[in-house]
């Protein structure tokens, strides 16, 4: 088990992308603490994985709610100990290539409303859920820390009609880069997952259930298929575990080699996947 006595926060862990990690980190050891909107979902995947004989809790939270991101740090270490292990994951995804009265666009189109909400959770939740997790870590004394950001190719690549979150992302990739420098001698390692088109349902399942799109799609992407949630799930494990131990500022591609080429103007808003919001 190569998470065994870790501790792990999981934002957005209710479905997709988050799910596979929160199920993934409790088969290698870890105990999990993951969060999510929908309190139904979340004793659904809490049940999942207690069932399979892993520890885990649900903690509902909102990351647009200072609190909520302070709570579920101290809920982690008040239930099973110091905290090792940040993952970074929720995302105002519902606002991207959907019909959300506030949804992202293209800058000339983008209004105050949207970028509130969008960097409400993107970027203060993701800062306050770093501020209360690293305050967590250094005063526990774990030398064995990780912060784990789940990014975008958005936030290097761009994409069609989602200037806010490809912001965000862009934030999130430098902001790692800056906290991997900043804490690396307390013993605490911050990498991203930088993400492709994963299949996490939704969107992305329409967009493969039809051929000609599907196509489309895939022949963009030198591997030519759809990554799956655990794709991205085991290259968390790796980087919170020891075998990463030397690991850290990483931007890590995880997506089918479509870093290597260019793809915003060809494919728009399904351009590049995202974690799911929950």
Not at 231 to 250: E, F, K, N
Request: one cysteine or more; charged letters at 20%; hydrophobic letters at 45%.
């Amino acid at each position: 088990m190569r998470l065994k006595g870790k501790v792990a926060v999981i934002t957005g862990g209710t479905k997709g992308v988050g799910r596979g990690i929160a199920h993934r980190f409790a088969e290698e050891g870890a105990s999990v603490v993951f969060t999510g909107r929908s309190e139904d979902l979340g004793r659904a995947v809490e049940r999942e994985i207690r069932d399979a004989g892993g520890k885990a809790m649900f903690v509902r939270a909102d990351l647009a709610i200072e609190e909520d991101c302070r709570n579920m740090i101290e809920v982690a270490e008040r239930e099973f100990g110091p905290l090792s292990t940040l993952v970074n994951n929720a995302a105002a995804t519902h606002m991207i290539g959907t019909a959300h009265p506030h949804a992202d666009k293209r800058m000339h189109l983008l209004s105050n409303e949207t970028l509130d909400i969008m960097w409400k959770s993107d970027m203060y939740g993701f800062f306050w859920c770093c501020r209360y997790a690293l305050r967590a870590m250094l005063a526990n004394g774990r030398t064995d820390c990780s912060i784990i950001n789940i990014s975008s190719g958005a936030g290097a690549g761009g994409g069609g009609e989602m200037d806010a979150y490809a912001a965000s992302k862009a934030a999130m990739n430098g902001v790692t880069l800056s906290m991997a420098g900043e804490y690396a001698r307390s013993g605490i390692r911050v990498n991203a997952i930088v993400l492709g088109l994963i299949n996490n349902g939704g969107g992305v399942a329409a967009i493969l259930a039809n051929d000609e799109m599907a196509s489309a799609v895939t022949s963009h992407i030198p591997l030519p298929f759809v990554g799956e949630p655990d794709d991205i799930a085991w290259g968390a494990v790796y980087l919170a575990s020891d075998q990463a131990r030397y690991v850290t500022g990483a931007l890590l591609p995880i997506d089918g080699g479509a870093n290597t080429t260019t793809m915003t103007e060809e494919m728009g808003t399904t351009g590049w996947a995202e974690p799911v919001s929950a």
